[in-house]
């Protein structure tokens, strides 16, 4: 698994405080996403993502464009969404936005689609909540044609018909890497074996063993389905520092921020240090000094057999200039250690058998 194993970075854009403590303008966070993008690559990160949101406290609505500025000033590190909201978008539209990319990428991108865990989308392009799952079933019914055939004949309830339609530019090496993001739902693991393509798992609290069975449901309906096997990835918040003390005092304030911002949106009761830091030594937090981390992911990787970690990098109001030293020890220290773990392991293994 080692050798194969992706370690990447996902970043949501969220509106973060500059040297005077005051939040930055949008256009600022955006400038210092692709600054981020640029030092993970320079450092051998295999992955970039970037997520989708309209509202206040993110910056990045379009990431294929933020994407496309990286991609220009990148030439290794892989690129794509985390997540594209498919239901409130065009499935026409995506795949021409990301074959785009792929091609001024040089083959370099990727998306992953999902139905996303906020709804404004809904209201600005004129969707109803109460079609939820019938717009995502059916536009990834439809995502999955484009990227799988040169003329596409379709028809469903939620957006005119196609027919013997041929959508440009074509994608160059054939088909678009494409992932479907999964946040607990069995029904959404079964629809991404339905559509051949492989799962990344968004595990955003909680012990990351509660996501064991979706991986097994996930590879006993492959087997159901006949189909091949299919990778699964995981990504999860965090952070690092020189040491785990560091880290978590970094992290705390701008992590009860924004999670009593959404919280209170949502219903829940106020966070508390306790359940952060819970979080982060049982939970799906994954903050710490490099060799915590790196335990910590390896373990992750290791018990639902995933070969790809995209570590959550930015979170609530965390400074830019602290997201840039997380990434530089994520590059130049976690990497190298989860994948040191991870061979160890597979050696200890194999001496045993």
Do not use: C
Not at 217 to 244: N, W
């Amino acid at each position: 698994m080692a050798p194969h194993l992706e370690l990447g970075l996902d970043t949501f854009g969220d509106i973060t405080t500059g040297p005077d403590g005051q939040l930055l303008p949008h256009a600022q966070v955006i400038r210092d996403v692709i600054d981020e993008a640029i030092l993970a690559d320079s450092l051998g990160v295999d992955f970039f993502g970037v997520g989708e949101h309209h509202r206040a406290d993110f910056a990045v609505s379009a990431p294929d464009v933020v994407l496309a500025a990286v991609a220009a000033r990148t030439s290794r590190m892989r690129l794509g969404s985390a997540v594209t909201v498919l239901s409130s978008d065009d499935p026409v539209r995506v795949v021409q936005r990301f074959a785009t990319l792929d091609a001024a990428s040089n083959g370099r991108a990727e998306v992953i689609l999902g139905r996303g865990s906020f709804t404004e989308s809904f209201p600005l392009f004129g969707y109803e909540l109460s079609q939820y799952e019938e717009l995502f079933e059916e536009k990834l019914d439809l995502f999955a044609a484009l990227i799988r055939q040169e003329r596409v004949t379709w028809q469903g309830k939620t957006r005119p018909a196609l027919v013997d339609q041929r959508v440009f530019p074509p994608i160059e090496r054939g088909t678009l890497k494409t992932r479907i993001g999964v946040g607990g739902s069995p029904e959404s693991v079964v629809r991404a074996v339905r559509y051949d393509l492989p799962l990344m798992l968004a595990i955003i609290g909680g012990d990351p063993r509660r996501f064991k069975p979706f991986a097994d449901l996930y590879h006993r309906a492959l087997q159901q389905f006949d189909a091949p096997s299919l990778p699964i990835g995981v990504h999860s918040p965090g952070h690092v520092a020189e040491t785990d003390a560091q880290a978590r005092e970094q992290l705390w304030p701008h992590y009860r921020e924004m999670r009593d911002r959404i919280g209170a949106e949502r219903g829940w009761p106020p966070t508390s240090r306790s359940e952060f830091e819970q979080e982060a030594e049982r939970g799906s937090l994954y903050v710490g000094s490099p060799e915590t981390v790196a335990r910590k992911i390896a373990a992750t990787v290791k018990l639902l057999g995933a070969v790809r970690f995209d570590l959550k990098y930015t979170s609530g109001t965390l400074p830019h200039e602290l997201a840039m030293r997380s990434i530089e020890l994520y590059g130049r220290e976690v990497i190298p250690k989860v994948r040191e773990l991870l061979a160890n392991v597979a050696t200890t293994a194999t001496l045993s058998s």
